[in-house]
């Protein structure tokens, strides 16, 4: 019996064992297989809208992509508040078109209406030389054409009369003068010398057209008598017109004399007429802003009329054109607020918000006179919708800043002293060294220009503590100063970051004060990139002439960062 129980007991630990043995062998790789973390996708660190399923590197910017694994939450793909990424398929539904900036002649066309008026150099009032009666009229009515020196009255005045006939009588310097009595009561030269032979019991002499033209004026009929003076008729040559037309002061600075102009009238349909812009009014109509622009025609007879009628209304195109410029599509340009944006394609369906300042605008294109480049592709079309996608980027990002207080104000507009103004370009000399030398990836400078910055910091904070300043950001400043020697440049940047953050919450207020040393304040928009953990957006004091120089990536990506203006 116990033989027996002792066989049962060694069966059922063999058939344990055994069992043991084989639950291990199939759950042994377990261990092997967790430590297999593959990563969900692959993010570029400055282009976080570039991704892909294997490593590599960005197509933008050339860095190397970082492993996202399961169940972290990667980086941020929206780009910030000024950048829209769009997946193809909602660019496809936006209609998106995008155009290159490039530099080209910018054309524009100026549609402009006028008069048609006759040339006021070439119009002539005929009046009286001296008193006496129309006795004929050789032409009697408005818009008959005459040529030089056609008659155009028998005019007797007993003056004129007795002058000639002294002038007939008369010898030497005597009938000079009396030639030139005969000049001054309207007699031209070739009626002068024409006198000698004029018949004695002529009374009458001619009034003669001096130019050729049309009859716009006749105030005297047959047998009126006039007095020196009085108007007898009135000339203007068509042969050349003038179209007449104002220019408002947006359009001056494309406006210039020899500019082709082609003119239409309703007079005359589906007939242009081609000429020069040959003067500029200098003087600006206060009311209306406008000054007149001249525009010669020739007018030659065609089948014994003038084609341009004399006071004619017309239309007119100007062919304007300016030297090459760099130029957008107007359609890229988007005006909503205070300054003119575009959005140019950072590439991988990212659009970054560009703000532009613009010069002349043509028919389809505008310039461009800062804020873009020579191939910088933008948007020209659905750019309103990426616009609206990212204001409301911005409405999620922006936090709420604190409200200026009526003493912060105050303290705003004063001035800063001269005692402080030491002390801040002490401390601004300090935290530029700290910046620049993790810039340059150099640990050993960094923990040596950061040695004076606690001593440095709080003369500073205490110099500042009567100008009504937030006691939290002061407080800030003072908490974060404590460097004393950093192991890696990991743990300096993060330092650095705490530092050089607070330092800019609580100068940049100050910038505007009278006294105030000049500075430039940098962003990087991706500092959780570089230092786990930490805000998405770091910033950092540079001082001098120094190019942009990150801290926070140092020299795997220097130049990353935007400056913040005042």
Known sequence: ???????????????????????????????????????????????????????????????????????????????????????????????????????????????????????????????AYVDGRVEKLHLNYMGAEVKEGQPLADFYSPGLLQTEREYRQLTGDLKKNTGLRLRQMGLSLDQ????????????????????????????????????????????????????????????????????????????????????????????????????????????????????????????????????????????????????????????????????????????????????????????????????????????FMTPASEPMTVAMKETMAGEISEPQQKEIRDFLQTADAMAAALATDDLAAFNKVSEPAMMKTADLTESLANLQLPKGKLEALDNSRHFHGSEDLKSARRKFLTFSMAATDLLTPLRTMKGFPEIHIWQCPMVSSAIPGAVKKGNWIQTGTRPNQNPFFGTEMQDCGEEIKP
Not at 204 to 226: A, H, K
Not at 333 to 349: L, S
């Open 1 to 127: 019996m116990k033989t027996f129980i002792t066989i049962l007991i060694t069966a059922v630990l063999a058939a344990g064992g055994t069992w043991v043995y084989t639950i291990r062998s199939h759950t042994s790789p377990a261990p092997a297989a967790a430590a297999e973390r593959k990563p969900l996708f692959y993010q570029s660190p400055m282009h976080p809208w570039i991704k892909s399923d294997k490593p590599g590197r960005c197509t933008i910017c050339g860095m190397e992509l970082t492993p996202i694994y399961p169940g972290e939450k990667g980086l941020d793909a929206t780009g910030g508040e000024n950048v829209v990424a769009l997946s193809s398929q909602q660019a496809q539904v936006l209609n998106v078109q995008t155009a290159v900036a490039k530099t080209q002649p910018l054309v524009r066309t100026l549609q402009v209406a006028g008069m048609i008026d006759d040339d006021a150099t070439r119009h002539r009032i005929i009046s």
């Open 192 to 395: 002068i010398e024409a006198v000698a032979d004029k018949p004695a019991d002529s009374l009458i002499s001619q009034i003669l057209s001096p130019i050729g033209g049309t009859v716009v004026g006749q105030d005297v009929y047959e047998g009126q008598y006039v007095t020196t003076g009085a108007k007898l008729f009135e000339i203007a040559d068509f042969s050349t017109m003038w179209f007449m037309f104002i220019a408002y002061e947006q359009d001056l600075p494309w406006i210039k004399t020899g500019q082709a102009v082609t003119i239409t009238t309703p007079s005359l349909p589906g007939k242009s007429f081609a000429g020069k812009i040959t003067f500029i009014d200098p003087n600006i109509d206060e009311s209306t802003r406008s000054t007149k622009i001249r525009v010669e025609l020739p007018n030659p007879l065609v089948n014994g009329r003038r084609e341009l009628l004399h006071k004619l209304y017309a239309d007119a195109e100007v062919q304007v054109d300016a030297p090459p410029v760099l130029t957008v599509p107007r359609s890229a340009i988007i005006e909503t607020g205070p300054q003119a944006v575009v959005y140019t394609d950072q590439g991988g369906g990212a659009y970054k918000q560009i703000p532009v300042k613009i010069g002349r605008r043509g028919d389809t294109l505008v310039e461009i006179t800062s804020g873009l480049k020579d191939g910088d592709k933008v948007a020209t079309n659905g750019n309103l919708l990426i616009d609206g996608q990212a204001e409301l980027n911005r409405s």
